[in-house]
DNA sequence: GCGGATCAC
DNA sequence: TATGGTGATCCGC
């Protein structure tokens, strides 16, 4: 963006700011100052339940969660820097008197029902945000009441606290995104007052640091901070023309221009929306990572007789039951073991990269991770390619140490919701994936019944697969062709999973390294500086000890062995009758571009893989097949 | 409709 | 030793 920001002409530039000037004028037309919003925020609500039902924690840190991950800490427990969502080993390293307790919903839930009781006083159909937020349009009551916003903040709060022994804090403001920023400047236990006036609202968000809006998130903040210099909400406006020249003008969403301006203006949503229903359901689960696939199938449902708290697709059956619900798409949510440390210093090491080279290192790391798929995968993640500025501290962190979520999901026909169909789905799905090393698996339902409701769809509508089917087609040779409901590919994954056995050589040949790049190898200092020396061993480079062996020559090699590539094995593929590979006698028909192309990409893949085990036999220091690996996949990602 | 990404809590 | 779980939404195919 900041390339692109730099683009912009002094002609554009104005331009643009008239527009921007235009929609700010067209936003500022539709400032509504006639309502009072309430934010209700309970104050460190499962901390403070805690001490409620244990009062010996009164007064001491303590933290609701456990080691791996803490929900919320007391106040105690925050001035040593203990933080929600900070992982308990670090806060026992921050504070090593920390008391754990762990989450109990039910206590929670409980807690939150009481407050409710309280709010519903006061605005029959306030939003629960979640158990222990809510807003409140609280416009009538005080004009019955005839109380100030302020006046009603402080009975409510004092009613909460009456009904249930908490404390609580609130912002008082003509709208629910300034109210929200409201209830957290006098927190806790107090609350914040900003009038229904139009010169207060902008005084008043203009010094707000953006990031204390709800819906900037950690990205929007550094994108915002990075690209346009917009620290406050303020800035929103006086950067106008240049949010306006790059971002989308879409009128939802909080990556667009109208929220941004809005932001900057303290314009929110006042209206009180009807009570939407959930869209989907699902579960999920952490566990050590792991490969072997028994297990891996195991996370999803147990073996029969054996029921394990821990079995997903029971769980979210179960919560589904619960809920009376039924879905047509299932998806199955992956999460790879972190991308092996030692596999990216052996990139650095050999590449000498620069920021530039690690942004591609990031993009391959997906190919890297899951050698079969790289073969016939043409789509990496795209994080790395936006043009987002990358500090090199960044792209540490997320290119070498930040674990890949990845879904995998299916449309079907039916309506499903008992466990044997949602594992039988999810299965297919998991099997479509490995091998793979995970460590979190997770299922989710969506596309309910009803949403068909008011969906324009026609109910009679045949689809494709029924279509065919059912012989209202007259092409029924389109069968032939291979197209199968998505459903019943079962035999399409196995042949892919059978052609690929031999890539997998790839990931084989790893473990023969003197010392293995496992995913999620642990990484210890120790193990560190003997990899380095082992890479010294096996012919790699160091920087620092470079001779004639430069960045450059690197580069060179790798273009050298792209040349090869493409001029050579690109063509290779030959469509008999534009229409038969003559490698291997699949039929495809000429319009199907991109099938053929991912099927020349995988008999490519098949010759790389030959060549490369003959590259093995022959010579093969560490460093030129970590050559010869780089290149394969550039060649392949760019392909 | 799918998959990635972001966000809230 | 060790960095969660649930749900929503948006964007670009």
Known sequence: MRAQCAKLSANDI????????????????TRDLSRIWLHVDMDAFYAAVETLSNPSLKGKPMAVGGMSMISTANYEARRFGVRAAMPGFIACK??????????????????????????????????????????????????????????????????????????????????RLLAKV???????????????????????????PIRK?????????????????????????????????????????????VFFLSVGLGIGKTDTPQVRSRKSISSERTFSATDDEALLYQKLASPVGIVLAADIADMLCTDMKKEGLCGRTLT?????????????????????LTVEDMIKVRRYAPLLMDSRRAMLCTCP??????????????????????????????TLEKYICSCEDILKHASKLLKAELPISLRLMGLRVSHFNE?????????????????????????????????????DSNNQRDLDVHHCTSIDNVEAEKTHEPSSNKIADKVTAKNMLGEVSQCKEAGLSLPGQIEGKSADRTNQVIMDNEAVFSSEQRDELVWVDDYKCSLCGIEMPSNFVEERQEHSDFHLAERLQKDESSI???????RQRLFFIYAMYTYIYDQ
């Open 14 to 29: 104005s331009h643009y700011q008239t527009v921007a000037d235009r929609r700010i004028l067209e936003l500022e037309a």
């Open 94 to 175: 921050l504070c090593p008197e920390l008391i754990f307790v762990p989450t109990d919903f039910k206590k929670y839930t409980h807690y939150s029902e009481l407050t409710r009781k309280v709010f519903e006083k006061y605005d029959l159909n306030f939003l629960a945000a979640s158990l222990d937020e809510a807003y409140l349009d609280i416009t009538e009551v005080c004009k019955e009441r005839g109380m100030s916003g302020g006046e009603i903040a402080e009975e409510l709060r004092k009613g909460v606290n009456e009904e249930t022994g908490l404390t609580c804090s609130a912002g008082v403001a003509p709208n």
């Open 332 to 352: 199955l949510k992956l999460k790879t073991a972190s991308f092996g440390f030692l596999a990216s210093l052996q990139f650095l090491l050999a590449f000498h």
């Open 451 to 487: 949403d068909k409701i008011g969906a324009p769809s026609d109910p009679t509508q045949k689809t494709l697969t029924n279509f065919i089917v059912s012989g209202d087609s007259s092409s029924h040779e389109l069968l032939h062709y291979g197209i199968r409901d998505p459903v």
């Open 381 to 410: 993640t795209k994080a790395g390619s936006r043009g987002m500025t990358w500090t090199v501290d960044k792209i540490l962190t997320s290119c070498i140490l930040q674990e890949m979520v990845r879904s995998r999901a299916v």
């Open 213 to 257: 809006i709800g819906g900037i998130g950690k990205v929007t903040e550094h994108i915002l901070k990075d690209a346009f210099g917009i620290n406050t909400c303020e800035e929103m406006i006086q950067k106008g023309g240049l949010l306006c020249a790059l971002f989308s003008h879409s009128t939802a969403g909080s990556h667009c221009l």
């Open 616 to 622: 093995d036999s022959r010579t093969s220091t560490l």
């Open 182 to 208: 409201c209830s957290d400047i006098n927190k806790p236990n107090g609350q914040f007052v900003l009038p229904n006036d139009r010169l207060a609202v902008m005084t008043f968000i203009s010094s707000v």
